[in-house]
């Protein structure tokens, strides 16, 4: 049971540095955005983003998704046809 740990927090060959270095500016910008929009409630609205419908941002987010989860699929496809090929 002491082996547990140590394996999750192992960091050579482990895709913690990879991930860190995309999820930490991300939430580095949410956490920025948010203190923005409670130091001046009333920016989103002048700078016109807040004119923007939920439904727009919400289909451009999903058109966005749909489009990178097909190309992954299609290669993890053609990898495994490739694969039995051989």
Known sequence: ????IPLLFKLQGSVYKRSFTYAFPSALLAFV???VDRMYPGYRE???VASQ?????WSAV???LL??????TRQSLA???E???L
Do not use: K, P
Request: hydrophobic share 45%.
């Open 1 to 4: 049971e002491n082996w547990l």
């Open 33 to 35: 955005l948010v203190l």
């Open 46 to 48: 002048d700078s016109g």
């Open 53 to 57: 419908d939920s439904s727009v941002l």
């Open 62 to 64: 999903t058109s966005t």
């Open 67 to 72: 489009i990178l989860v097909g190309f992954r």
């Open 79 to 81: 990898r495994f046809w």
């Open 83 to 85: 694969g039995t090929g």
